[in-house]
């Protein structure tokens, strides 16, 4: 079974930084995608950033040069750093690991509150 856990959300002001972790264990890591979405009250999950086995990066154009998604294989950990947060990034921010067509593991997501 796969179990992935995030943490470091929080409240924060506008202009902030947060860095969330996940950490992940039941599979073996290294060779698979890993993505972090969030979603707001009211609106659908949405892809923030996502990570290949390779190190290959993708981000959503709307944290485009803000956030940066990065990974520890040897500490089985996903990482997304989070610089000049807005509150329209205020959301529950999850991990996930994608199998062979979609992501399939999920963590419990944690929340992450921009505002002064």
């Known amino acids: 079974q796969v179990q992935l856990v995030e943490s470091g959300g929080g409240l924060v002001q506008p202009g902030g930084s947060l860095r969330l972790s996940c950490a992940a264990s039941?599979?073996?890591?290294?060779?698979?995608?890993m993505g972090w979405y969030r979603q707001a009250p009211g609106q659908q999950r949405e892809l923030v950033a996502a990570i290949t086995s390779g190190g290959s990066t993708n981000y959503a154009d709307s944290v485009k040069g803000r956030f940066t998604i990065s990974r520890d294989n040897a500490k089985n950990t996903v990482y997304l750093q989070m610089n000049s947060l807005k509150p329209e990034d205020t959301a529950v921010y999850y991990c996930?690991?994608?199998?062979?067509?979609?992501?399939?593991?999920w963590g419990q997501g944690t929340q992450v509150t921009v505002s002064s």
């Open positions: 996930a690991s994608k199998g062979t067509a979609k992501y399939d593991y």
């Open positions: 039941g599979r073996h890591f290294s060779i698979y995608t």
